[in-house]
């Protein structure tokens, strides 16, 4: 389950960071080094301007948002993420809030260390 996650992570990461869309795809392979270190939450991170930019032009957040509901599959958490853009993403006029309430749900950096 976690190498799955792990490709879902470097995929999305991919499609936000790269400049095109279909380039990240073809040249962002599972084993790139290019996004090591790259957590969810900056995945998150760098998708709000994203989801921003594509509600300015008339899109709804939830079409963006939609695909990334597995993104912290077998992750601490995990439900609650997909709960919460479920039930608020389809909803949702602009994606800046939801993503900052996401991240404020889920976020690494506030999660507590796993026991040794």
């Known amino acids: 389950m976690r190498a799955r996650s792990t490709i879902v992570v470097a995929l999305v990461a991919g499609l936000v960071l790269a400049a095109g869309a279909a380039a990240a795809i073809i040249e962002g392979t599972p084993g790139d080094d290019r996004l090591r270190g790259t957590t969810r939450g900056d995945v ?3 998708l ?3 989801i921003e930019n594509h509600a300015a032009r008339g899109g709804r957040p939830y079409n963006v948002l939609r ?3 597995g993104l912290y599959h077998g992750q601490p958490r995990a439900r609650a993420f997909r709960r919460l853009l479920s039930e608020q993403g389809p909803r949702a006029t602009t994606g800046g ?5 996401v991240l404020a749900l889920v976020d690494e950096r506030k999660m507590p260390a796993a026991a040794e």
Request: glycine share 0%; aromatic share 8%; hydrophobic share 55%.
């Open 67 to 69: 695909h990334i509901l």
């Open 44 to 46: 998150l991170r760098a």
């Open 48 to 50: 709000a301007p994203y």
């Open 97 to 101: 809030e939801l993503i900052r309430a």
